[in-house]
């Protein structure tokens, strides 16, 4: 570190830092438009990512003195609230620091700027201080020392910010903008999605992982993956002496209590004496130093998971990810966690960040605080997708967005109310009835079963109580209201007709999900029946309980055809996800309501409340465009058959079974899927099944009826 560099000073006016390369003369035509050199042409080694030959020298290629430029100019701006002294440190490869104050030439307000040039700067990592206290910068780009999964079990690992200089080859990628009402979402955990050995992958619990996925995840036709916390955190919780998590550390793995600058001094509050009595717990009991699977904590929002990344810089194993994922028409929506504490501003800038240097197309907000306005307000954010949990009313005028509709929020108490329908509770029809139609004009609602908290949707119908002893908290942590039934046993059984009943129900709960208007969303390995094995809260679970098993059977694929069907039906068929909310009216006075409701006679549905049953028509003639199918959808959530009147149709229409829930999938028999002449039919306990109109062509000797998709019942 004897290097010398250009200290100078300047009054920044927002904190970060920020990094300008030079290359020597005979590298002037590599320049890109914006005046910076290009040092990394990383779209070679984004190919290699994508062929599956990635290798961790790549990035040490790209590394090399050849690469690096022959001067750096890099310019820090710390937002600091202290009398004490303060200012950068750069460490070298081998640890050794040197340290540059900060002056009052180069303060406005709390910010603090100092600007540093010469040759190799970039070759360090970085951290600030103030007085004794090491700070690593919250808005670092890339933070180094926490690559390896795990390896903080222990004691508190240190961190610094990566002065990263990396160049990456968008090829013209930009965010996808796919409607809302177009729209399907797919929640994963960037870990557990691949990590076990059946996913078939060769970088497991990656980005590269998802790239290797993207087969799967078009043929599955969902439109948006929406991933768990992937920004750089943490993951090993240390505890205290008595055993017990640190202050502020929930049964949910959440550390209320970090504080936003994580990295302290080395005068740590975990003394040395007590990391050894937690080295020596660890090694007699495993549950002593816990992995937050989930990353719901305080974290390093500026950077992408190093522990991630199979090629060693996060930074591109993210990029290339969302590329890829891009150019196979899926979108890229991020979840952040912020607890109380954090700034709004902070979170907008957090936001816009990943926006504009990851293409990101949406963000899913949970935490404390949240700037709904500012999110609103911000021009660079009015295409992104914001999923928050709820709004209040007096947010709606400013999250209206006439150009892109672009606000998300949680369906109200759609997956309780719906759980509890399924399984046969009663006065819930309204409930049900006003869920499966709401489609706010502000905002757009997510509509799902399931989710990375509480049960997996077929734990939902195979447990009753939830089994989270392996948590290590006496089974004390997690809801106690999952609104679930196990159809009879509880937890695994070989009993035919127990899961000829689970797989049903899992199909009816589907069918909830992808035939209410609003947007869909499937939580990774719920679409093929994946079980957590009754843990309703597997943040700790690093383990097959918390990651997805891609081993399938009969049960399994079955599961999986229904789902890849809803969905064909769905993208198909644009009445059954309007833009806009339907409103139970003929105004079109075509004879038909673009939504209507039905019962054991036509047009006359049963609201009391005692009602598990009732027939939903959605009219073709009211989407936009050319005409769609008409569809009836015939649900029954009691548990003994049920009969229900079709409404009678036009001379050159009738009625045509597509689809039941009791059916097992993929056989073609048409004479299952008949049209039906009568204007009553029955249907099955716990069943749903989805009618759709069909022209009768009226031909010499009769009518003849084009020919559908059948599928062999269940004997």
Request: proline share 4%; with cysteine.
């Amino acid at each position: 570190m004897e290097k010398k560099w250009k200290v100078m000073y300047f009054q920044p006016e927002k904190p970060g830092t920020f990094i300008e390369e030079h290359k020597g003369a005979e590298n002037k035509a590599e320049t890109n438009k914006v005046g910076k050199s290009k040092v990394v042409d990383s779209s070679a080694v984004a190919n290699k990512v994508v062929a599956n030959k990635v290798e961790t020298s790549i990035m040490e290629d790209a590394r090399s003195e050849d690469n690096r430029p022959e001067r750096s100019t890099v310019k820090f701006a710390a937002n600091l609230l202290t009398n004490e002294d303060c200012g950068v440190i750069l460490y070298d490869r081998k640890g050794a620091q040197k340290r540059f104050p900060f002056h009052e030439k180069g303060k406005r307000g709390t910010l603090y700027g100092l600007e540093l040039q010469g040759e190799g700067i970039t070759d360090r990592t970085y951290n600030f201080y103030e007085g004794n206290q090491i700070i690593t910068d919250p808005y670092a780009k890339e933070v180094h020392g926490l690559e390896k999964w795990g390896a903080g079990r222990t004691r508190k690992r240190k961190t610094y910010g990566v002065l990263s200089w990396q160049d990456f080859d968008w090829q013209d990628d930009k965010p996808l903008m796919i409607p809302l009402e177009d729209s399907i979402f797919y929640g994963l955990n960037v870990r557990a999605f691949t990590m076990h050995k059946s996913s078939g992958v060769k970088d497991r619990g990656t980005f590269e992982g998802i790239v290797e996925k993207i087969p799967y995840l078009k043929e599955l036709g969902i439109t948006a993956v929406e991933l768990m916390p992937c920004y750089e955190y943490d993951e090993c919780m240390i505890e205290d002496r008595k055993g017990e998590m640190p202050e502020g550390q929930d049964n949910a793995g959440i550390n209320t209590s970090l504080p936003l600058h994580p990295e302290d001094s080395d005068e740590t509050a975990f003394s040395d004496v007590f990391l050894k009595q937690t080295a020596v717990k660890a090694g007699d009991r495993h549950e002593a130093v816990r992995l937050n699977c989930w990353g719901f904590q305080k974290g390093f929002y500026f950077s992408p998971k190093a522990a991630y990344s199979a090629v060693g810089s996060p930074v591109i194993s993210f990029k290339n990810m969302v590329r890829e994922l891009h150019k196979n028409g899926i979108e890229v929506i991020v979840q952040f966690y912020f607890p109380e504490g954090i700034r709004q501003l902070y979170m907008l800038d957090v936001v816009k960040h990943w926006v504009l240097e990851y293409h990101i197309d949406g963000v899913r907000i949970n935490g404390f605080g949240i700037p709904v306005r500012l999110l609103a307000e911000e021009p660079v954010l009015k295409n992104t997708k914001i999923w928050c949990e709820s709004y209040r009313d007096e947010d709606l005028p400013y999250i209206t967005n006439p150009v892109f509709k672009n606000f998300i929020a949680n369906n109200g108490n759609f997956r309780n109310d719906m759980r509890r329908f399924l399984k046969g509770d009663a006065n819930l029809m309204n409930q049900v009835v006003y869920y499966q139609r709401r489609n706010p004009a502000a905002y757009g609602v997510v509509n799902y079963m399931a989710d990375y908290d509480g049960f997996s949707l077929y734990d939902s119908v195979s447990y009753g109580n939830k089994h989270n002893e392996a948590n290590g908290e006496d089974n004390r942590d997690g809801t106690n209201d999952n609104f679930s039934w196990n159809c009879g046993v509880e937890g695994h059984t070989r009993r035919k007709a127990v899961l000829s009943l689970r797989q049903t129900q899992i199909k009816n709960a589907l069918s909830f999900v992808l035939l209410s208007q609003g947007i869909p969303f499937i939580f990774s390995g719920d679409e093929f029946g994946a079980t957590r094995n009754g843990n309703n809260n597997c943040y700790c679970q690093d383990n097959e309980t918390g990651w997805i098993n891609w081993k399938k059977n009969s049960f399994a694929n079955e599961i999986l055809a229904y789902v890849r069907f809803l969905v064909h039906l769905r993208r198909k068929h644009p009445i059954l996800h309007m833009k806009d909310e339907l409103k139970i009216m003929d105004y079109k006075g075509c004879g038909f309501p673009d939504l209507s409701y039905h019962g054991t006679e036509a047009w006359r549905p049963d609201f009391s409340y005692i009602s598990q049953v009732i027939g939903i028509v959605l009219c073709g003639q009211y989407a936009p465009g050319q005409e769609d199918d008409s569809f009836y959808i015939a649900c029954n959530m009691h548990w003994t058959p049920h009969k229900l009147a079709l409404p009678k149709l036009g001379k050159d229409k009738s009625w045509t079974k597509i689809a039941d829930t009791t059916f097992v999938w993929g056989q073609d028999v048409d004479e299952h899927n008949h049209i039906q002449d009568s204007s009553i039919i029955t249907i099955n306990g716990r069943n749903i099944a989805i009618f759709k109109t069909e022209k009768i062509i009226v031909q010499r000797g009769g009518p003849k009826r084009t020919p559908v998709r059948g599928r062999r019942q269940k004997k």
